[in-house]
């Protein structure tokens, strides 16, 4: 997908989003003009719809699936690495992945970043409180990866299967 998921409807970002039949998202500084310009941030439970299997459909349309940690290795590996893959997957780079750099949520903290850098999920858990997210930020040519917490709000894109 070459642009962020934007499905659901908005909660303010004090709120847990929650398993309640109802797809919730956050946008970022609680405006809806940044979900429609760069898509919704999304709490990893929410987006893998409360099951931890790596590469399910998720919130993702149905023929998609939110990308697992081969997935994003994959992307990486046609830039030599994440070394210097964020160069040409961010809007300015040449690549069409087109991040915007449009911040991040973390929860009980506020929003952060926008403009400065973007936080994407993996499919990937890391255990019962985390799972894999990777990040590019305004700066630096490389994109980051570690295990973040699930209750963070981070923008997701969606792999054809």
Not at 16 to 35: A, G
Not at 92 to 103: K, R, T
């Amino acid at each position: 997908m070459a642009a962020n998921l934007n499905y659901g409807t908005q909660i303010s970002g004090n709120q847990h989003q929650r398993e309640n039949c109802i797809v919730d998202k956050y946008c970022y500084n609680e405006l809806i003009t940044n979900c429609e310009q760069r898509g919704a941030l999304y709490q990893w439970d929410e987006l893998m719809q409360y099951e931890e299997s790596e590469g399910l459909q998720g919130l993702c349309p149905p023929g998609w699936h939110v990308p697992s940690e081969a997935d994003w290795n994959t992307l990486f590996a046609n830039w030599v690495n994440n070394a210097f893959a964020g160069a040409p997957l961010k809007y300015s780079g040449y690549s069409g992945f087109n991040a915007f750099l449009s911040g991040t949520g973390f929860f009980n903290w506020g929003w952060y970043f926008q403009a400065f850098s973007t936080f994407f999920w993996s499919s990937t858990s890391h255990g019962p409180y985390k799972a894999w997210a990777h990040a590019m930020n305004d700066f630096d040519f490389s994109i980051s990866y570690y295990p973040s917490y699930r209750a963070n709000a981070f923008s997701v894109r969606c792999l054809r299967d």
